[in-house]
């Protein structure tokens, strides 16, 4: 079974209330990466003293909760966040005046690519408001079955 039909069948066996957990899944998966980015944008301009101390940046991946003996989605959603972390190379400045700066005048700062980092951000921002946007749809067809049974 391929993961159309493994979707398919989420919406016959769990219906709309797992539909519900599948989104809020992507919704709690989407935030978790964009506070890793939101961290990592904060800590940009970050100082270090000494060419040891690295910033560890945190890295959000999406992992499909499918439960592979049964070839349905468990319970808890569709996905879920997973956090790796990552020593990013540091940028030697030359500041001798700066109050962190080693004994040679040299600071150290993160090398990192701001401009990517908030396009990631934005773009995830675009996929929460699409998985908010689903899970209020699925709302209301929520609404509207039970409406139907009154």
Do not use: C, H, W
Request: without cysteine; hydrophobic residues 35%.
């Amino acid at each position: 079974m391929n993961r159309e039909q493994a979707i398919a069948n989420i919406g016959k066996t769990r219906g709309v209330m797992g539909l519900l957990d599948i989104t809020s899944s992507g919704m709690f998966a989407q935030s978790e990466k964009l506070k890793a980015l939101s961290e990592t944008i904060a800590n940009f301009d970050a100082i270090k003293g000494s060419n040891n101390d690295y910033y560890t940046r945190k890295r959000i991946s999406f992992k499909e909760n499918l439960n592979s003996s049964q070839k349905k989605f468990d319970n808890q959603g569709g996905v879920e966040a997973v956090a790796t972390e990552e020593k990013l190379p540091l940028e030697r400045i030359y500041d001798p005046g700066n109050p962190k700066a080693d004994q040679e005048g040299f600071v150290y700062k993160p090398k990192m690519n701001f401009i990517k980092t908030v396009a990631a951000m934005s773009l995830g921002n675009k996929y929460f408001e699409a998985n908010l946007n689903f899970y209020k749809a699925q709302q209301q067809m929520a609404q509207q079955v039970i409406d139907l049974g009154r």
